[in-house]
Nanobody, 108 residues
Framework: QVQLVESGGGLVQPGGSLRLSCSTSEYFFDMSWYRQTPGKQREMVARMMGPRPINYADSVRGRFTISRDNTKNTVYLEMASLKPEDTGVYYC?????WGKGTTVTVSS
């Protein structure tokens, strides 16, 4: 059974950093992070295929980094220079499969 489990969300001040983790039940070549921010549709934040990041949303490029540790079947999202507009629920995705999300709140 495919499982994606996110963790690492929390409250952080503007300008701060946070690392999200997505633990998967097995290795998946194509992995993405999405987010649902208040008042907006769910959007793709970062995507990687194999070892390489291939796409970032314009709003996070240069601030967020997607990576993975294949020995742990875990995909990470390193977030830096966080802004209040980054607040939302972050989801791990592989094809039709989604995790339950982890909440990030950026506020002073």
């Amino acid at each position: 059974q495919v499982q994606l489990v996110e963790s690492g969300g929390g409250l952080v001040q503007p300008g701060g950093s946070l690392r999200l983790s997505c633990s998967t039940s097995e290795y998946f070549f194509d992995m993405s992070w999405y987010r649902q921010t208040p008042g907006k549709q769910r959007e793709m934040v970062a995507r990687m295929m194999g070892p390489r990041p291939i796409n970032y949303a314009d709003s996070v490029r240069g601030r967020f980094t997607i990576s993975r540790d294949n020995t742990k079947n875990t995909v990470y999202l390193e977030m830096a220079s966080l802004k209040p507009e980054d607040t939302g629920v972050y989801y791990c995705n592989h094809g039709e499969y989604w995790g339950k999300g982890t909440t990030v709140t950026v506020s002073s």
